[in-house]
């Protein structure tokens, strides 16, 4: 904002500009090394859960994700599990829940349906063109009741694509996609322009998605890290809960 003050007349008006302090912006994601037991029953190696919280799905989201995996891959020891956050992250850009679903998914794997306002003449699917998560690697998706919209979007094409284990609580069941439009006045209003299905035709709005494992985890991310590096002390144990649970 810039402007002037003084009287011009006798030459002491001055130049004033006031500029907005840069505000902080909360991180989209993090992680942390987790480091569980010794396997004693199978090839004696050491679970290291790669642990990555999401919280909601914004524009920094995928830049992010990114970043975290790189450090996590150039790590003296990588993980031989990774775990994604997805309790209590209610959505936010369907298109960053669509990236990361690039990240997760082998190439040409279902992403979503997308059905519009006129039924399935609006319907079109979107495919995963690459995958930076190491293929092989083990994955476990945590979901809970706040877990909603773009993070649904993720968690029915993980768990569709057979890529990784789904373990929590049921998900909130919004599977909606809506469009802001801008007013003349400056006000805006949010429509529901859309909903999407997952890759099977499974609807998620009001009904949510089941994980494959019901479980009441900790809060604490340390702690939820353990929990699971304990239960699953190998990748051939996670596979065995996911056929199982097919």
Partial sequence: LEGRQGDGERGAEERVVVRRAELPTEQAAWGMMIEGARDQTENGETTRVGYINLHDFNTRTITEFRRILRNFQKSHCPPNLYVIDLRNNMGGLLSSGI???????PKGKGIVQLVGGHGPVDSHSVLSSSSSLPAGVPLIVLVNEGTASSSELVAAAVKDARRGLLVGKRTFGKGTVQAIVRMRDQSAVQLTIGRFKSPNDS?????????????DLPPEEEAVGRVLAEHFRSGAAVERALAAAS
Avoid at 99 to 105: A, H, I, K, N, P
Avoid at 203 to 215: F, N, Q, S, T
């Fill in 203 to 215: 609807l998620i709005p009001h009904k949510g998605i089941e994980p494959h494992v019901h479980a």
């Fill in 99 to 105: 990236g990361l679903c690039e990240e997760l998914l």
